[in-house]
């Protein structure tokens, strides 16, 4: 059955399957009165309605605008507690770094979800991953990171396994290794995660990437490398958490070992920002952070202008970005972190697709996966301009979320 889309003021999207860095993210797409015919899950054709191909079935927008679904390259859903107390501390003036040395921020959420079980978390995780689709998310990453030990980081991924059937949205899974355990030594902690973990998820398909949080709580530039070596020697991509507070060297690392991606980057300066330029590697910005935590945005504008290729992502977590709405964290990253609302949309669709090794998705051209949204507006700039919700419809895979 192929069914033709009409009634679309305007589709925006990026074209091309090369990642868009520097000037190219400005080069959205614009097609006036244009449609969409399908077929199963895929796009067979977008084009002008008036040039349209036969077809079995029409279905009518009525005048509203269409863009690529958007795809979050940076969530943490599944964990459980709360972290409120921090929050009125962090209202009352005590720091981040503070709340965490003294064992609360991540150290707390990893309390709770050691003792959480798989069918636990998934529970916590349905409706978070609904609001985020809801608002545009037909692809999310969803992160481990808050178990610290092998049952619940494994029993995490095993959660995000079975999210996938809850959901009509892409789940990509990733292995975070967040910090290293207060009642662990160092090396012997390093040893196991790059001898039992990475072998076991690579060997069972749990994850498709391993990210490593570089900062001054977190991992060393020359830890983070090991175990991401590790990775990469078991076929698994590599990611990492960098610059947060602290400009280490994590994003050189990432340019480094070409990381599908470096995400955070609010310390980072002209010298990560060259790094960044130089290399294939996204800088995954998330405005969430500077929203609720108050840091200075990541350097998205310096970064684009300076011939590096920007994502967005929600970062959604208990602590440091409570970020329900991708079409908020675009809209945000607008405001926050320089963006124009073109270089916004790239940014989490095609920018963000790269970020997490895909390519059948975050454009609007044949042979991709149907999975874009209806505005309810006639005007695409719609979903960069509102902090609430400007999505109408989501479509997945060819069909209505």
Same mark, same amino acid.
């Given at each position: 059955m192929? =069914? /033709?889309?009409? %009634?679309?003021? !305007?589709?925006?999207?990026?074209t091309g399957p090369e990642l868009k860095k520097g000037p190219e993210q400005r080069n959205l797409k614009?097609?006036? *009165?244009?449609? $969409?015919?399908?077929?199963? !899950?895929?796009? /067979?054709?977008?084009?002008e309605r008036k040039d349209a191909p036969a077809h079995d079935k029409t279905v009518d927008f009525r005048n509203k605008a269409v863009v690529p679904g958007l795809i979050d390259p940076h969530s943490?859903?599944?964990?459980?507690?709360?972290?409120? @107390? *921090?929050?009125? *501390?962090?209202?009352?003036?005590?720091?981040?770094? !503070?709340?965490?040395?003294?064992?609360?921020g991540i150290h707390q959420t990893v309390r709770y979800t050691q003792a959480s079980t798989a069918f636990e978390m998934v529970s916590l995780a349905v409706p978070r991953m609904n609001a985020l689709v809801r608002s545009g998310a037909t692809t999310i990453e969803v992160k481990t990171g808050y178990g610290l030990n092998y049952d619940t980081e494994m029993r995490m991924l095993e959660a995000i396994r079975d999210l996938q059937d809850f959901t009509p949205a892409r789940i990509v899974p990733t292995l975070l290794i967040h910090l290293p355990p207060k009642d662990r030594d160092r090396k012997d902690f390093i040893r196991e995660v790059t001898e039992v973990?990475?072998?076991?998820?690579?060997?069972? %398909?749990?994850? #498709?990437?391993? *990210?490593v949080f570089v900062e001054k709580e977190a991992f060393t530039v020359e830890e983070a490398r090991e175990i991401l070596q590790a990775a990469r020697s078991h076929g698994l991509h590599t990611k990492l958490h960098a610059d947060q507070f602290h400009a280490l060297g994590g994003v050189e690392l990432a340019c480094e070992l070409g990381s599908l991606s470096v995400d955070h980057l609010e310390a980072s300066a002209d010298q990560q920002i060259q790094a960044l330029a130089a290399s294939e590697t996204v800088a995954t910005v998330l405005p969430g952070v500077t929203l609720h935590l108050g840091l200075p945005a990541a350097p998205a504008r310096k970064i684009i202008d300076a011939g590096g290729?920007?994502?967005?992502?929600?970062?959604? @977590?208990?602590?440091?970005?409570? +970020?329900?709405?991708?079409? $908020?964290? /675009?809209a945000l990253g607008v405001r926050l972190n320089g963006? =124009?609302?073109?270089?916004? /949309?790239?940014? +989490? =669709?095609? @920018?963000?697709?790269?970020?997490? %090794? $895909? #390519?059948d998705t975050g454009r609007l051209e044949a042979g991709m996966k149907a999975d874009f949204l209806v505005l309810d507006s006639h005007d695409w700039r719609e979903i960069a301009y509102r902090f609430g919700n400007a999505v109408g419809k989501v479509y997945i895979s060819g069909k209505e979320a």
């Open positions: 192929k =069914t /033709l889309y009409i %009634g679309i003021t !305007e589709l925006a999207t990026a614009v097609i006036k *009165d244009a449609a $969409l015919l399908v077929e199963g !899950e895929t796009l /067979l054709w977008v084009g943490h859903l599944i964990w459980s507690g709360s972290r409120l @107390n *921090d929050f009125e *501390d962090r209202i009352k003036g005590v720091s981040y770094e !503070e709340i965490l040395s003294r064992g609360g973990w990475i072998p076991e998820v690579a060997q069972e %398909g749990l994850a #498709s990437a391993v *990210d290729a920007v994502a967005i992502g929600t970062d959604h @977590n208990p602590g440091s970005s409570p +970020m329900f709405s991708a079409s $908020l964290a /675009l963006l =124009t609302p073109a270089e916004a /949309l790239i940014a +989490m =669709t095609a @920018n963000a697709a790269h970020a997490l %090794g $895909l #390519s």
